[in-house]
Structures are given as structure tokens and as C-alpha cells.
């Protein structure tokens, strides 16, 4: 087989199909296999006139010959084992130099230690996240890379030539080494939690706190859209409350289940978090919301037992709660940041967090006009990446820190639950407290335990005076 493709995919699923033609399209010979042979053939069939771009291969050997070297290969098959397993097989094929590129999914510690591995074989391995689902893929993602910078370089052409753009800057790229690519990525998934939660409890409240139709809530999005909470998922939340079921007639969101999982991402950010000494309060409150979601059957349980929300209904009108959903954004957001920054420090990989706020603008699913604040404001030299103090963010906080204390407020007094706007307040009020309550933490556990404590104005290990 003559070596004619520039880059090899090996995964023809969702988001591998729909890659191998975005790089087809940019004008890059790419060699394409799939463990599901017959799906090649599909893809190649369905591939129109790219068609001439791709290099069918059959088996690992055949896309392996076909990449011209030094080789680069993008893994894009179901997380987990199916990427180990992928990579072990290739392994054994591949020559010191080149480079094999997971782009699922994936936990960043095992991505820091299979880079480790490979690296002592003599070849490169990169952690590369990828966001904007099938339709990002194939038409422009955002790219989060992590690796060598040896081994991007190469490729960088190409990465850059297949992600979305923001005003003409790529939304792709390196972050740093091993498994940064795939640690920005998780942290992006974490606050995409965070920020469909939120816009669910704004729904709920305005469903069944207020009473008023997915459509009537569809169009408020839709105003929420043309202002500061213009973002991918404000945009996308108007068009799934207004679509109508063509079966029942009934609004599509009134037949679907109100049950949703919490796979890898959204755990891996809060387990990183805590590793990290950090509480992503918000992102914590999305998935214990997903996973209370799942129990339908104790909830309606519960629901027989203890009836439904029946206190007074929210009042709050439509934009005090657009004003307390930006705030509660803004504070998700910068919780996200604040572990990146963590992150960043304790693995030395030096993440140029204004750059992710960067890629971030066009292609992937969190993608709004605050991320072009944010950036301003990293770029500005904000401290340890602590969003809720940059003076861009004042105005929106100020404002809209009362009308969150009224989401949350009137959410609780009516029965309603509002984990993500609570947290986020809650996060706010802490935050804003120049003296908290730890000092009495400190005094408890030094009464128990004698763990002593540090004294105001005062060097050393103290105790209390229960210890005279
Ligand atoms: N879908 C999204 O919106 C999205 C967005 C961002 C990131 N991702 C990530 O992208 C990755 C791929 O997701 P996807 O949605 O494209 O998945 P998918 O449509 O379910 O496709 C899975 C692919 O993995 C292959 N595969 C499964 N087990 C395998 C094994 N043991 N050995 C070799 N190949 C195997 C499948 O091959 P067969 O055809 O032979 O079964 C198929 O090509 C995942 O890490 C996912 O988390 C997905």
C-alpha cells in the first residue's frame, strides 16, 4: 500500500467519522480503520467527494503503512479499555518518533501514564480533547492538546486547520505536557455540568414555580440569548423547549425522561478537585442533581409521601433570574478556573489559562460571550485565576448577587430545588468574608484532638486554653 495519508484515525464512530472527514475536507490525506470493518465502507460511501482523501485500511497494519513517517495516528474509540486496547495493538507497529493521539475522553492520570510508557518505547503520545459533539467534529471543535511539544508541532497544521475559529484565531491548542490536554478537557465538561443545571433549575422554576409553557420558557431563553447569557446552551435550550413531539403533540420535553447519568467527566472534575485541595461546588452540585435524577423511583416515592413543592410561587421575575443565571455562571466558571489553576500549579504545566478561556470562544459545547470577558480579564492579570474579583465581573456580581439570594430564596420557600444556584451563593457569600467560621473548626478539633491551631498575629502552633 503506497504511504499517501498524512495522518492516520483509527474509530470510525460519532466523533471519529465525523474528524476523519473534517481533516479530509481541510485538504489532509487521512488513513481511516474501524475494529467494525463494514463501517468503513459506510463512512467512505457517505464521504461524497472527500472520498479521495481517505485511505481505507482494514487492519492496524494496513493504516499504519499508509501514514507517511514520522507517523501520527488519532485514536477516537469508546473510552477506557477500547483506547488501551487500541494502543497496545499498535504499539508494536509504529517506529521511535511517532506519535499516537487519544482524543476521546479520558481520565488524565492514565493519559500521564501511558505518555510515561510510550515514552520510554520512543514514541510520542498526546492527550488531545475534543469538544462540540458530532456537529463540532466534523465542522470545527475546540481543541485542548496535551503533550510534547516535539510531537504537536508536526500536526499542529492540521489540528489548527480542523477547529473552529474565533475572529480568525483557531480554537485549538497546546497546554502543556502529558495530560493537560485531557485535565482541560474534563474541567470544560465540569463546568458544562454546571452550567446545564443551572439553566435547569432556571427552567424549573419557571415551569413549575411560575406555571409557564416550555414554550413561553423558550422564548425567554431566546431574549437571555441576544444579551450577556449568550452561549451555545442558552441557544440550544430555546430550541429543544420549542420543538414539539410529532407523535403526542406535546412539547418534546414533556416525553422524555427525567433521568440523566453522570459518566466519567463530570466525576473526574470533582475527584481531581478534591485531590487538589479545591471544591467545585457548583460542578458537585450538577452531579449530585444528575444522581438524585436517576432515582426516579424513590423520588416518586417521596413524592407520594411528602407531596410536591406547595409553598408560595416564585415571583421573581424574567431578568432578576437572567440576572442571578449570569452571576451563578460567572461563580461556576471560576470555580472551573480555579482548579485548572490548581491543577496547573501541581503538575507544572504552566497553563496558560487565558489561552483555554481562548479556545474556548467557537467550537465547543460551553461556548458563550463570556468566555471573551474571561479572557480579557486572565490576559488583565487576575489573580490566581479567581474570576469573581476581576472588575469586568463586578458589575454582573454586584447586580446580580441579590437576585440569585432571590432565586434561591424563593426557590426554598416554595419547595423547589435549586442545588446549583445555591452553591453558587453560597460560594459568593464565602468568598466575600474577609473572616469566616474556621477559627471554631480549628478551636474543636484542637479541643479533641490537641491538633493545635495558628494564633492572629502570632508564629507557631498554639493550643487552646481547654488544655491548661
Ligand atoms: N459523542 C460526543 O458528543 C463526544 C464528544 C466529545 C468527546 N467524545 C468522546 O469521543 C470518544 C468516542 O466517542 P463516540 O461518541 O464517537 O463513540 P461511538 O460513536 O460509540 O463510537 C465508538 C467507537 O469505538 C470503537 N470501539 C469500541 N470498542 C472498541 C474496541 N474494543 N476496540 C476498537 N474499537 C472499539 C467502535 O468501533 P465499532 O464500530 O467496531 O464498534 C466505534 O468506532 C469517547 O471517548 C467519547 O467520550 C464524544
Redesign the pocket.
Known amino acids: 500500500m503506497a504511504t499517501t495519508a498524512r495522518i492516520g484515525l ?7 467519522s465525523a474528524l476523519a472527514l473534517n481533516i479530509a475536507e481541510k485538504g489532509f490525506p487521512v488513513a481511516v480503520w ?3 470493518t463494514a ?1 468503513i465502507t459506510e463512512v467512505i460511501e457517505e464521504a461524497g467527494p472527500l472520498r479521495d482523501a481517505l485511505v481505507p485500511s482494514e487492519t492496524l497494519e494496513e493504516l499504519v503503512a499508509a501514514i507517511a513517517p514520522p507517523r501520527a495516528i488519532i485514536i ?4 477506557g ?3 488501551f ?2 494502543i497496545e495493538k499498535l504499539v508494536p507497529l509504529l517506529d521511535e518518533g511517532d506519535t499516537l493521539i487519544d ?4 481520565d488524565f492520570n492514565d493519559t500521564r501514564a501511558t505518555e510515561k510508557r510510550l515514552r520510554e518505547k520512543g514514541i510520542h503520545f498526546i492527550g488531545m ?6 456537529d ?2 466534523r465542522h470545527g471543535p475546540s481543541i485542548m492538546v496535551g503533550g510534547d511539544a516535539s510531537a504537536y508541532e508536526p500536526i499542529r497544521d492540521i489540528i489548527e486547520a480542523i477547529a473552529a475559529t474565533y475572529e480568525g484565531d483557531p480554537c485549538a491548542a497546546r497546554l502543556g505536557p502529558d495530560g493537560a490536554g485531557h485535565f482541560v478537557k474534563t474541567v470544560h465538561n465540569g463546568i458544562e455540568y454546571a452550567d446545564m443545571e443551572l439553566i435547569a433549575e432556571a427552567y424549573g422554576l419557571m415551569r413549575k414555580g411560575q406555571g409557564k409553557s416550555p414554550a413561553e420558557i423558550a422564548e425567554v431563553f431566546g431574549r437571555w440569548n441576544g444579551g450577556r447569557l449568550q452561549s451555545y446552551l442558552c441557544e440550544i435550550t430555546e430550541k429543544v423547549l420549542s420543538a414539539t413531539d410529532p407523535e403526542t403533540g406535546k412539547p418534546a420535553v414533556d416525553v422524555i425522561v427525567d433521568e440523566a447519568g453522570q459518566k ?1 467527566t463530570g466525576r473526574w472534575t470533582l475527584i481531581e478537585a478534591l485531590k487538589l485541595g479545591q471544591s467545585a461546588s457548583t460542578i458537585e452540585a450538577a452531579v449530585a442533581a444528575r444522581s438524585w435524577s436517576a432515582m426516579s423511583g424513590l423520588r416518586g416515592e417521596g413524592s407520594k409521601v411528602f407531596g410536591e413543592a406547595d409553598g408560595p410561587a416564585p415571583t421573581l421575575p424574567e431578568d432578576d433570574l437572567g440576572r442571578a443565571l449570569l452571576a451563578a455562571r460567572i461563580l461556576a466558571y471560576g470555580q472551573g478556573f480555579l482548579l485548572l489553576k490548581a491543577a496547573s500549579d501541581e503538575f507544572g504545566w504552566d497553563i496558560d489559562l487565558a489561552r483555554v478561556a481562548e479556545i474556548w470562544r467557537a467550537g465547543c459545547i460551553i461556548r458563550s460571550s463570556l468566555l471573551d470577558d474571561i479572557a480579557a480579564a486572565i490576559r488583565d492579570g487576575l489573580p490566581e485565576g479567581a474570576l469573581h474579583l476581576a472588575p469586568a465581573f463586578r458589575e454582573p456580581l454586584v447586580n446580580g448577587a441579590p437576585a440569585l439570594r432571590q432565586v434561591v430564596t424563593q426557590s426554598v420557600a416554595a419547595g423547589l430545588p435549586a442545588t446549583g444556584f445555591a452553591s453558587a451563593l453560597s460560594y459568593f457569600d464565602s468568598m466575600r468574608q474577609a473572616r469566616g467560621t474556621a477559627d471554631l473548626i480549628q478551636g474543636l478539633r484542637d479541643f479533641f484532638g490537641r491538633h493545635g491551631f495558628e494564633r492572629v498575629g502570632a508564629e507557631g502552633v498554639h493550643h487552646g486554653p481547654w488544655w491548661d
Do not use: D, I, W, Y
Open positions: 483509527a474509530g470510525l464512530g460519532t466523533m471519529g474501524n475494529r467494525n463501517h477516537m474509540v469508546k473510552a479499555a477500547p483506547v486496547e487500541t482524543a476521546g475522553n479520558a480533547g475534543v469538544s462540540g459533539g458530532e463540532g467534529a466519567g
